[in-house]
Nanobody, 126 residues
């Protein structure tokens, strides 16, 4: 499995950005997919996750109502739509997948994911 994250960049506070994660060897819609981030000087943290069928996405509190995780079946891509970006959203964002359908509490644990993208940097500043 290979994951390729893209879409990062520099934006001003309040702006929107959409991250993408293209996969080979894994089909989004099976298992669980998630976005994590690592801010400068901080630990990696869970951002959003989804185990798809008969399930709703899970978000960390700080991004609820601003970020949306989704998938595009046509090109097998995972997305993270980020609206209302804040300086504290500045981080390297990583996509991750596992073939297992994780319960919600397990989705937030990075050790439960088997494959990771290389990360894409998002910088929010004026």
């Amino acid at each position: 499995v290979q994951l390729q994250a893209s879409g990062g960049g520099w934006v001003q506070p309040g702006a929107s950005l959409s991250l993408s994660c293209a996969a080979s060897g894994h089909t989004f819609g099976a298992g669980t997919a998630a976005w994590f981030r690592r801010a400068p000087g901080k630990e990696r943290e869970f951002v959003a996750g989804h185990r798809w069928a008969f399930s709703t996405p899970l978000y960390t509190d700080s991004v609820k109502g601003r970020f949306t995780i989704s998938r595009d079946n046509a090109d097998n891509t995972l997305h993270l739509q980020m609206n209302g970006l804040k300086p504290e959203d500045t981080a390297v964002y990583y996509c991750a997948v596992t073939a297992r359908r994780l319960i919600r509490s397990s989705q937030m644990d990075a050790t439960n994911y088997d494959f990771w993208g290389q990360g894409t940097l998002v910088t929010v500043s004026s």
